[in-house]
């Protein structure tokens, strides 16, 4: 199992970003996908979770409304549209299925 997450990077406080997580090693279509992020010093938070269809999604309170998931299952690739981001929300940032947990990519939110 692969789980390659890109996107990440410096915004200012109100900016957007877009992480990607190509998957590979299992099969993508039919698994529920995760967004979960960490800050140093601090457990692991889950941000937002999707099922294999893409028909129902779930978001943390701290990130609802601010943030989407999607998946586009023809590119095994799985995805989180962040906008309005707080400094709060900055974190490395992994998509994760069942027990595997990717390369994350940095998200630092800062003026």
């Known amino acids: 199992v692969q789980l390659q997450a890109s996107g990440g990077g410096l915004v200012q406080p109100g900016g957007s970003l877009r992480l990607s997580c190509v998957a590979s090693g299992f099969t993508f279509s039919s698994s529920p996908m995760n967004w979960v992020r960490q800050t140093p010093g601090k457990e692991i938070e889950w941000v937002s979770s999707?099922?294999?269809?893409?028909?129902?999604?779930s978001y943390a309170s701290s990130v609802k409304g601010r943030f989407t998931i999607s998946r586009d299952n023809d590119k095994n690739t799985l995805y989180l549209q962040m906008n309005s981001l707080k400094p709060e929300d900055t974190a490395v940032y992994y998509c994760?299925?069942?027990?595997?947990r990717g390369q994350g990519t940095l998200v630092t939110v800062s003026s």
């Open positions: 994760t299925f069942s027990q595997y």
């Open positions: 999707i099922t294999r269809t893409g028909g129902f999604t």
